[in-house]
């Protein structure tokens, strides 16, 4: 006979748990990192083996799993539930928390799961994830760890960090709407300058592509991605400031006509320095023609006192340039462009950085 829950834990200590738990999930905004929290959080607070995270497809009426189990973590997640369908699709359809000691005898459980995840569901606790009246999920706990059998007082735990991750996903979310926004601003922005330059259509998607995969290669994480991604994306948008009879030249510019391009990083900097979002990214996009010996502008900075966002955008801008044809002269072909950059290294680039683009170049020419 299987023990019941241990209660010697008083209430209060449970509550600090949960609000010591839930801090930890609300210390972030990126959603995957949220979903992966949540599981944690769950399986610790439930003293479990795992947990699980269904998310509610509102267009299909289904849940899917999220955050799988197992090897076969992936064949998971290719399952869906319709409402109704299983323990979680009995929770999620009647929005009431499902306590099930033994799997084996409850005959809403849905064994494919464990038949792709090679898991053994053997008893399990599952509450609906409800923000403001609407579904969002369910979230599971998973064969308790000390033999003990789920009661009232671990549903009504559950369901308080259930509230908990509900505020956390809709936090997430909010903060991905805006920030795909803000993004989606600043490309048209963007885009806006590059239609002025008839000659430069897809520049600045193709240097996102370029820069991004060669921070990758480099070990950048997610956030410093994302503010590459938007270096990437505002590096030329000091050309607004740019004469049109300079900008839309078909031919090489004079000495005096490149000093004025030249100045395009600091008109940049002066557009966008009151934005106070954008101040992360002002000093990639303003010293991105810095050259690491030192004869670059508008600063003349050298080596790793240029920052390495302005690194990773110098080495893309200048491919997209050579690759590029222009009404005087064609463009150069891919190996005379890739030959320029290893001469160049270690004078007008970083090293570390050309061979990092050569190599994030040669993965995005692969056939996918």
């Not at 369910?138 to 369901?159: E, M, P, Y």
């Not at 908990?164 to 600043?186: C, K, M, W």
């Not at 320095?273 to 004869?295: C, Y």
Request: hydrophobic content about 40%; aromatic content about 6%; overall charge negative.
């Amino acid at each position: 006979m299987k023990k019941t829950a241990n209660t010697s834990e008083p209430k209060v200590e449970q509550l600090l748990k949960v609000m010591e738990l839930s801090k930890v999930l609300n210390s972030t905004l990126e959603q995957e990192e949220v979903y992966h929290r949540a599981i944690q959080v769950a399986t610790d607070l439930m003293r479990c083996e795992v947990g699980s995270l269904l998310l509610y497809d509102k267009d299909a009426g289904e849940l899917f799993f999220h955050v799988a189990l197992g090897e076969k973590g992936e064949a998971v997640k290719a399952i869906r539930l319709k409402m109704g369908e299983g323990i979680a699709g009995w929770v999620a359809r009647n929005r009431t928390p499902a306590v099930v000691n033994d799997t084996s005898q409850d005959p809403r459980f849905f064994s494919k799961a464990d038949s792709h995840s090679g898991f053994v569901t053997r008893n399990v606790i599952c509450v609906p994830i409800l923000r403001k009246g609407r579904l969002l999920g369910v979230l599971q706990a998973i064969n308790r760890h000390d033999g003990t059998l789920f009661n009232k007082d671990d549903v009504a735990l559950f369901s308080s960090l259930a509230d908990q991750v509900a505020i956390a996903l809709e936090n997430a979310a909010l903060y991905a709407e805006l920030r795909e926004t803000f993004i989606s601003t600043a490309e048209a922005m963007a885009e806006a300058i590059e239609m002025r330059d008839p000659y430069t259509g897809g520049h600045i998607k193709r240097v996102q592509e370029y820069a991004v995969a060669t921070g990758m290669e480099l070990g950048l994480d997610g956030e410093e991605l994302e503010l590459l991604r938007l270096v990437a994306i505002l590096h030329d948008i000091g050309k607004i400031g740019v004469d049109d009879s300079i900008l839309k030249k078909p031919g090489p510019l004079t000495p005096e006509e490149a000093k004025i391009m030249q100045e395009h990083p600091v008109h940049g900097e002066k557009i966008l320095e009151h934005i106070k979002a954008l101040r992360f990214a002002l000093p990639g996009m303003m010293h991105h023609h810095e050259r690491v010996d030192g004869k670059g502008y508008p600063s003349g900075l050298s080596g790793d006192a240029i920052p390495l966002h302005a690194r990773i955008i110098a080495v893309a801008d200048t491919y997209d340039a050579m690759t590029s044809d222009r009404p005087y002269r064609k463009g150069l072909s891919r190996q005379t462009a890739l030959d320029e950059i290893h001469r160049c290294s270690s004078t007008q680039f970083d090293p570390a950085v050309a061979d990092a683009f050569c190599k994030a170049l040669a993965k995005l020419d692969q056939p996918s």
